[in-house]
């Protein structure tokens, strides 16, 4: 099991410029959840899904993010436009449904 | 409003000790919490998880309390090693039925050999 894998490890872009994050949660889990992590402000929850739903996306800071899961092997999650703010290691994982969850290595984003 | 809150200030002890980390939260009526470690550079690795009807759950040198009338978690490392240096986030879920889970800052140990 190659775990939940993130891509790109590191992406860096212009202001403006449209940021495109992926994710390909772990086979066979149900529950797939994007969350953010800085320094102030900690880790947290944008949205997460449930068998490629959106449940709750009420931590999603604008309408400049959208999320998506298409099919329950792949999820994107969009800036557009990015802002210099939205800086941040961007973290995917994935699980059953209240059980514990498993962590991609996360997406270095840095917006100058 | 919910808050869940982890000492912010970094835990330095001395390497064979046993290292006691914090987490409170207001507002919230969890149905679990888990515990969670982060190294640099790398995603929260769950470690525990604890339900509401819980008292105590143990794994190996780690152990985790639940109070759920002080609304505080703690969660031990005994006979530390400089191994265990590293963030230790808890995380809560308000309501089985969604699954939805919150993350606290996180506390940074680091055991000195």
């Known amino acids: 099991d190659a775990g939940v894998i993130q891509s790109p490890r590191h992406e860096v872009t212009e202001m403006g410029q449209e940021v495109t994050l992926r994710c390909k949660p772990i086979?066979?889990?149900?529950?797939l959840f994007w969350y953010r992590q800085t320094m102030m402000r900690g880790l947290e929850l944008l949205i997460y899904?449930?068998?490629?739903?959106?449940?709750?996306d009420s931590g999603m800071p604008e309408d400049r993010f959208s999320a998506k899961m298409p099919n329950a092997s792949f999820s994107t999650l969009k800036i557009q436009p990015s802002e210099p703010r939205d800086s941040a290691v961007y973290f995917c994982a994935s699980g059953q449904p209240n059980s514990p969850l498993h962590f991609g290595n996360g997406t270095r984003l840095t917006v100058t | 409003s919910q808050k869940i809150e982890q000492n912010s200030e970094a835990l330095n002890i001395q390497e064979g000790k046993t290292a006691t980390l914090t987490c409170n939260y207001t507002n919230y009526s969890p149905a679990y919490l888990q515990w969670y470690r982060q190294d640099p550079g790398r995603g929260p690795v769950f470690l525990l998880l604890i339900r509401e009807n819980e008292k105590e759950k143990r794994k190996e040198r780690l152990k985790v309390t639940f109070d759920t009338t002080l609304k505080q978690s703690l969660f031990h490392i005994t006979a530390s090693q400089p191994a265990d240096s590293a963030t230790y986030l808890c995380a809560l879920v308000r309501s089985s039925n969604t699954g939805k889970l919150i993350f606290g800052q996180g506390t940074t140990l680091q055991v000195k050999p």
């Open positions: 086979s066979g889990h149900n529950s």
């Open positions: 899904f449930n068998n490629n739903v959106p449940i709750d």
